[in-house]
């Protein structure tokens, strides 16, 4: 019987390296393959190991496009990234407080309404939001990119909402007893709470916004706005010889600031998805 447990472990444990390797093997091709030159990705497409490290691949694929190097490239998605990032934040957790904890007359319309946007795809909307936004002589700049993120997001609103729901209501009113306003038991009580819903929504929100790509692509006509996502893009050139070592070492290079996020506020992420309220 023992012995039968310890093949069944070795088993499952073999299953699920082989089965976690052929998940992050294209990763893995791509890091790799920023070290190698166009006829060896080509030729030796899964390989792995390079067969000459070709360092200079990351200062070619960081000298840009027309005299613009990649550290605008990565400035402009910073900017954008953390502007929506934070203006989703703010915003979700406002509405969600709203829905929550508020009884106002239209709150139930509303709720429906929000959900209702949750289940519309985005690319029923894109034109419309262009025509707006042309009107309104926004295109080219960066405003359409971050400025629906300043009135909340669906997903993390309901996210939020659902975490709020495991926080004892007995808070508010004790807190309302002290004389404290809705919008003081929203900043001292209810925010230091919803603390892994809020990194949760940080990580999330961060990574959609760092890897989007048909934003910048419809609202972006200057190379010197372009994000990371577009820039990288204008590697595969159509009209001439494409420089993949070069793509691959700056798309490497842009898994950086993801990676990083993830792997600080990972715990965060599992405790804001698992949870939705107080531990007792």
Known sequence: MKFRRQIGKVLYHTFVL???FVMVYPVLWMITGSLKNNVEILNGSLSLIPPNWRWENFANGWKGFGGITFATFFKNSFIVTVI????????????????????????K??????????????????IPQYIIYNKLGMVGSIIP???PHFFGQ???IYQMMQFMAGIPRE????????????????????????????VT??????????????????YLNKPQDYTVSIAIKLF???????DYGAMFAMSTLSLIPVFIIFLFFNKYLVEGISTSGLKG
């Not at 709720?111 to 909307?125: K, R, S, Y």
């Not at 808070?171 to 809020?198: H, M, N, Q």
């Not at 595969?236 to 494409?242: F, L, M, R």
């Open 84 to 107: 929506a990032t934070f203006a989703t934040v703010v915003s979700s957790a406002c509405v969600a407080y709203s829905f929550a904890r508020i009884k106002y007359r239209g709150r």
């Open 236 to 242: 595969a050139d159509a009209s001439s010889t494409t």
């Open 18 to 20: 082989c089965f976690g």
């Open 171 to 198: 808070l508010d009113e004790a807190a309302t007893i002290d004389g404290c306003s809705k919008y003081t038991i929203f900043s001292r009580v209810i925010l230091p709470l919803l603390k892994p819903a809020l």
């Open 145 to 147: 990119l971050v400025l």
């Open 201 to 218: 929504t940080v990580i999330i929100q961060f990574y959609w916004k760092w890897d989007d790509f048909m934003g910048p692509l419809i």
């Open 109 to 126: 319309v509303l709720f429906t309404a929000m959900l209702c946007t949750m289940m519309i795809p985005g690319q029923i909307i894109l």
């Open 154 to 156: 669906a997903f993390f």
